[in-house]
């Protein structure tokens, strides 16, 4: 309770469910774990009208939260949001950069279109964010950020092409962002979730043959811990990997990596 009292946190791809949705994705699940430690959250996400509702959700349960439309590979959006941040509350704390997209697609199968929409989200809406974002913070002299990437950012696999690309993108700037913002004491570290039970793993299923999704789950089989729980981690789980780095108690953590992956990528 109350690690993120009195900061303001901006989290991208956070607002396309809502409190009554199956599953909540990495983002709404951060949301709901920065609200419960006392933060003023900012939901962003492309989708207006879910995003909204699951603001009002949370309002109505006494957070204080707010929903702006953000698509992270416009730059016009992170200005106007980062404007209306700094005119509303004069500083922002906290910035995630969790909006992201995967599409089952390999080498042989990624169009040049497929490369650009991945990199473009992935890897360039988290430039855009950081520059955007770290304007403000360098007002105040402090700052922390947060870039989702992924295990997929640490190792290859026989899934993907551009996402890893992305993923890895992620990670390399995040630290070259962590020692150009450190004059101005702002944080930026990366996250990398191994498998996660998010509506991007639903939609996932829905779209590939049965016969590649056991294949896609059996590799669950190769994480130690997902091996022994027997179960997908939690979406939660990486929120709360988040609360830390973003918050005080990480005042010395920048430029690195939390691996939140059930071991996978220890071997
Ligand atoms: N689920 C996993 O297993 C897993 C593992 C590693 C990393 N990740 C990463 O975690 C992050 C969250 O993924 P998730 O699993 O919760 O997926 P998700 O699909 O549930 O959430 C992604 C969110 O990003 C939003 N989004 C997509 N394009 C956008 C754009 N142009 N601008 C703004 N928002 C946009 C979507 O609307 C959605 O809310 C992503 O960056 C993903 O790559 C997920």
Known sequence: MNRLDGKIALITGSGAETLKSEVLGIGGATVIEFCKEGATVIISDVFDKEGSEFASELKSKGYDVYYKHIDVTKNADWDNV?????????????????????????????????????????????????????????????????????????????????????????????????????????????????????????????????EKWEEFVGFLEDSPLNKAKKEWIPTSQIGLGIVYLASDEAQWVTGTDLVIDGGQTAQ
């Open 82 to 210: 980062i404007s209306w941040i700094e005119k509303t509350f004069g500083k922002l704390d906290i910035l995630v950069n969790n909006a992201g997209i995967s599409m089952p697609i390999n080498l042989f199968t990624t169009t040049e279109a497929d490369w650009d929409k991945t990199n473009d989200v992935n890897s360039k809406g988290c430039f855009l964010g950081m520059k955007a974002a770290s304007a403000l913070m360098q007002k105040n002299n402090s700052g922390s950020i947060v870039n989702i990437s992924s295990m997929y950012g640490l190792v290859g696999s026989p899934y993907s092409v551009g996402y890893h690309a992305s993923k890895g993108a992620v990670r390399l700037m995040s630290k070259a962002a962590a020692i150009q913002l450190a004059p101005y004491k702002i944080r930026v570290n990366s996250v990398c979730p191994g498998m996660v039970m998010s509506p991007m793993q639903v939609r996932k299923k829905a779209n590939i043959s049965s």
